[in-house]
């Protein structure tokens, strides 16, 4: 067979070899590449392979993670879907002598997730020239040497392999030696000088030959070495290894210095034939950097790390040779065994950050990747997550685990999340590596305003000025920035049949509430608005509040007299019989006051009158009694002034006029004329004086007509007139207050009968008033069920030509 049918087989078992080896599994991807490849080469379309589109990868935030964690030397170009070279790739670095080189990597495509294995098979590039360990080869032949006789040549050795590996040796053209190549590609081969003519000391006792190793790349590549023999007496023994194989096994990690084996060889020779020294023959150079040997004992020690994750097994020939060159050779096989030297390494490949706050239970948040460099059961890893968080992890396609979310999200509860992931492998002690992802709850408007109160009440004095500060309203919202802005209006309605906003108005910022006019207690004295608090989310939400607004009372109004009727409008004169005795009732001043509370509690008091130590009045009632006997020398006619006053701040007040005339009937009574207002001008004493005669001429006239009628039905009692006196309606102001003790008119009714020509008179006493009796046009009634007889005292029995006067005071 020759040599290109040799590199067209070694093409085709080159190219199939990784589908034997690693045979593609549903998802899986297969790609070669040239070693020394230059950067951008594009190596297949992966989007194409994978089918999906190029602007998918994107969007599925395609990722390209090797399975080791170590370095990428090929990624994605996310525009165009290439699978790209992005670093110089050296087969012999990555890989040293074995045959296979492949890379191992995984494409992870996020949403839904998808996870393909990608082998990339590095491709040997005949880059490396054969090259002898020594470059000088010395054999010591005795001339007594046979013909045929061997003698093991070193190696050469290429760091490529395959057919771009050693192809074969060549010999100068001598007279005394051949050259015999044994072995293989895969193995390695090896040389043999074979003396085909006997030498001859006294012709020649120094040979150098060149002897040249060469590949079978393209272009071919070689090396030589001299062969330097000096010929001697014979040296017939070759030293013989103790085993043909030495298998040893080495924990990964072991000490510098650490023996791993010690070779031995044997030549019967004596001497310095009998010398052996050892050397390694055959070795990469990854291993010559870790692997030393000594040449006097053959122990072989550790001179650099070993990494069960680098290499799992090492095979090297060592050579033994006698001091004449005679040489043979032994293998010794290296076995790792993996110690848990590796901590699992957690890959973050995708986040969605921030998450929303609505966001569904179940919904992936995170996709991890978690990679332990070790083996077996160093290898087997277990993730958690530290704290009480509402996540946890799922675990997917491998060492792959999707962190979902187990409950719903509240920003408003918890706004952050620091979601510590702890991988853990099963080595013996286990080895552990934590990792914190950060997660952030993005706003949802979720929650409407809240008042601070479920209601407020509002208090205001009547006669405030427009624009004055009332109250103030607060509503906090949860939710943040616009969503928790919060903003107050008023809800629309009507007071008295007038427009809220007439009323009150509320800052749509502070949620301070004004009045817009100025109010009036007498008018209305509370009223309700609704408050409404929106927030700026969207869509928005709010939520509404009464506020009950109460008008206070301010002492704006003087108290007005009832009773005794204000002068100018009538005069009104109280007849005091002269046999009144201390302490009786003989009249009352009644005023209200349209104010309330203390601002309508009213005291009364006389300032003035004609005998100041004869009347009293009692302070709350306004109730006038005699403060002791009448007597004879008392003024008939008594002119007392009345201050009526209020408890507001400042007080307010007002006066009038009582008269009263102490007499038992009218025909005493001879000047009556005169009572008028003593401090009037003369002119409207005049009119008062004429008016009074009239009356009294009426009166008389009257009262006669009514006897008369009176005989001629022969009837009794001679009671002319009884009834309440009635206070006109015009003297109620329209909205008094009814304060107890100050604004509830309630009245007693007295009738005095007067007897013509006697100083005597009879004076009945009738009990007061039901509040039911003031009517609404204002007229008080007398209780129907109650009798005059049964209240009637007598103080003196008069005939039947007795005169009957009617006096009625109302009472507070």
Not at 660 to 669: F, P, Q, T, Y
């Amino acid at each position: 067979m020759g040599c290109t049918e040799l590199s067209v087989l070694y093409s085709i078992l080159f190219i199939a070899l990784p589908f034997f080896i690693f045979p593609s599994a549903s998802g899986d991807l297969s790609y070669s590449v040239p070693e020394e490849t230059r950067r951008q080469f594009v190596v297949g379309n992966i989007a194409k392979d994978v089918g999906v589109g190029a602007q998918s990868l994107s969007a599925r935030k395609a990722r390209l993670n090797s399975e080791d964690g170590g370095k990428r030397y090929i990624d994605i170009n996310l525009n165009s879907g290439d699978l790209i070279v992005v670093e110089r790739i050296d087969r012999e670095m990555l890989c040293g002598s074995r045959i296979n080189c492949i890379l191992n990597y995984e494409l992870v495509l996020a949403n839904p997730l998808e996870v393909h294995r990608i082998f990339l098979n590095i491709e040997d590039v005949n880059d490396n020239a054969p090259k002898f360990a020594n470059e000088r080869i010395s054999f010591e032949i005795g001339e007594s040497a046979i013909k045929g006789q061997r003698f093991h040549l070193d190696e050469a050795h290429d760091f490529d392999i395959g057919q771009n590996g050693v192809h074969g040796y060549s010999l100068q053209k001598n007279n005394h030696f051949v050259l015999s190549v044994k072995g293989n590609t895969e193995r390695g081969k090896y040389a043999e000088l074979v003396l085909e003519k006997e030498l001859d000391r006294e012709q020649q006792k120094d040979i150098d030959l060149i002897l040249t190793a060469v590949d079978g790349g393209i272009p071919q590549r070689s090396g030589t070495a001299v062969i330097h023999i000096t010929v001697l007496d014979a040296n017939d023994n070759v030293p013989v290894f103790s085993q043909p194989v030495y298998k040893v096994v080495l924990v990964e990690n072991a000490p510098i210095g650490t023996e791993i084996v010690a070779v031995s060889a044997e030549d019967a020779d004596e001497g310095a034939n009998g010398a052996v020294t050892y050397e390694f023959s055959r070795i990469a150079r990854n291993e010559a950097e870790i692997f030393t040997i000594d040449k006097r004992t053959g122990k072989i020690t550790v001179s650099g790390v070993i990494d069960y994750e680098e290499d799992t097994h090492y095979e090297i020939r060592v050579q033994a040779k006698d001091g004449s060159g005679l040489a043979s050779t032994a293998s010794v096989i290296i076995e790792i065994t993996d110690e848990n030297d590796n901590a699992p390494k957690i890959i973050l490949t995708s986040v969605n950050n921030p998450i929303l706050e609505n966001t569904i239970v179940g919904t992936e948040v995170a996709i991890i990747n978690v990679q332990d460099k070790d083996s077996g059961d160093n290898r087997q890893i277990h993730c958690s997550i530290q704290g009480n968080v509402p996540f946890k992890l799922n675990p997917s396609i491998k060492n792959y685990f999707s962190l979902i979310n187990t409950n719903p999200l509240d920003r408003e509860t918890e706004a952050e999340y620091n979601i510590t992931i702890t991988a853990t492998d099963g080595g013996s002690p286990p080895l552990s590596t934590s990792m914190t992802i950060h997660l952030t709850v993005s706003d949802v408007n979720d929650n409407p305003p809240v008042f601070d109160q479920q209601s407020y009440t509002a208090y205001v004095m009547e006669n405030n000025k427009p624009g004055t500060s009332i109250s103030s309203v607060t509503a906090r919202d949860p939710d943040w920035r616009q969503n928790g802005t919060v903003l107050y209006s008023l809800l629309p309605s009507e007071i008295n049949g007038l427009p809220v906003s007439s009323f009150l108005s509320v800052n749509s910022d502070t949620g301070v509430i004004q009045a817009v006019r100025s109010f009036d207690y007498e008018k209305f004295r509370n009223f309700k608005v609704q408050v409404i608090a929106r927030d700026n989310g969207s869509p928005p939400l709010s939520s509404n509040v009464t506020v009950s607004v109460f008008i206070s009372d301010e002492n704006d109004n003087s108290p007005q007299i009832l009773y005794p009727a204000p002068e100018g409008k009538s005069l009104m004169t109280e007849m005091v019989p002269k046999a009144a005795l201390s302490g009786s009732l003989v009249s009352k001043v009644i005023a209200v006051d349209a104010d309330s509370g203390q601002n309508a509690w009213l005291s009364y008091q006389i300032v003035k009158s004609t005998d100041p130590g004869l009347f009293t009045i009692s302070r709350h009632s306004g109730e006038i009694r005699t403060q002791r006997d009448i007597t004879e020398s008392d003024n008939m006619k008594q002119n007392l002034v009345i201050s009526v006053k209020d408890n507001g701040q400042p007080p307010l007040s007002a006066t009038c006029s009582v008269y009263l005339l102490i007499s038992d009937n009218l025909a005493e009574v001879p000047e009556l004329k005169d009572m008028t207002y003593e401090e009037s001008n003369s002119k409207l004493t005049f009119y008062l004086i004429i008016a009074l005669v009239s009356i009294s001429t009426l009166f008389l006239t009257f009262i006669i007509l009514i006897l008369a009628v009176r005989f001629c039905h022969r009837r009794k009692p001679r009671l002319l007139f009884d009834g309440a006196v009635a206070i006109p309606s015009a003297y109620l102001p329209p909205n008094y207050a009814e304060v107890e003790g100050a604004g509830t008119l309630s009245s007693y009714n007295y009738d005095t009968y007067l007897t013509t020509g006697s100083c005597t008179s009879d004076f009945k006493f009738i009990t007061s008033y039901n509040d039911s009796t003031l009517t609404a046009g204002g007229t008080l009634k007398m209780p129907q069920n109650e009798t005059l007889a049964a209240n009637l005292i007598t103080l003196n029995n008069s005939g039947e030509g007795d005169e009957v006067r009617n006096c009625t005071c109302p009472y507070i």
